[in-house]
């Protein structure tokens, strides 16, 4: 039974592999470049996959690992593979909406700003895609949400802390990730259950995305943060802070920017 579903899953993830060649990117709003390192990241998570799941056969036939173990393993591979597959779903529905919004240049807009954020960052741009809840980043597809259907000019700058959560992440260990760690550890008491430091971890990464945004796109991130956004009635999850906690973050950065001598 378990070689079955690895071998069925295998050729899901194999199915992938041509997908870039069967879509005409000439029906998209979108720059070719930034297309092409998007789904290589998706081809390489599957590409992964695929690896995962040859070792565990291969353990498994040389009676390396117990099928209790190969269970385990698979069902984490099955986890990581159906990400992969969402990512695709949610990749071509968010560009299809994008395909719809060309003539107010909504796309083109928050790309470009987008492409600000990553110089600042001496990272490489990305771009965004219309979604119903932009506080489900992602970080496989390097794409930033902007909530639909609020996609208009007064909400552009929040494409900035949406960016700031996949640049995050593609950091790696050291930087942002590093300060993420250090925030979530001073927040967790060290005998606090797992799942309380990684809840921290995700507040950190949310609040760390907006003195980003704030940062690189000052007053207007702000405004629209403040004004369209926001609650101060919002009940957080235990994972991501409060609107008012985010808000006085927000506030302090640009206090603190208006007081440096770099900014006057």
Known sequence: MLQVRMESLDRHLKSLEGWRQRLELKTFCLDEELWAATIDVIHQGAMDQIEALKEISQELASESITEQDAWSRFYDVRTASEVIFRECIELLGGLALRDRFTDDHICQFADELIRENARALGRQASFSIPAV????????????????????????????????????????????????????????????????????????????????????????????????????????????????????????????????????
């Not at 925030?183 to 005998?191: F, G, S, V």
């Not at 991501?240 to 985010?246: F, K, L």
């Open 133 to 264: 809840d932009e506080t489900m980043y992602s970080t496989l597809r390097r794409v930033a949400r902007v909530s639909f259907p609020e996609w208009h000019l007064w909400t552009l700058p929040l494409v900035a802390h949406e960016y700031a959560q996949v640049a995050i992440e593609e950091a790696g260990k050291r930087g942002p990730l590093q300060l993420v760690d250090e925030l979530a550890t001073e927040w967790t008491d060290p005998d606090a259950p797992r799942e309380q430091f990684e809840n921290a971890r995700r507040k950190a990464r949310v609040l760390l995305a907006d003195a980003f945004a704030t940062y690189t796109t000052g007053p207007a991130y702000a405004c629209s943060a403040l004004l369209l956004r926001l609650s101060p009635v919002h009940r957080a999850p235990p994972e991501r802070p409060s609107d008012a906690e985010r808000a006085v973050l927000i506030l302090k950065v640009l206090q603190t920017m208006s007081e440096a001598e770099e900014w006057k």
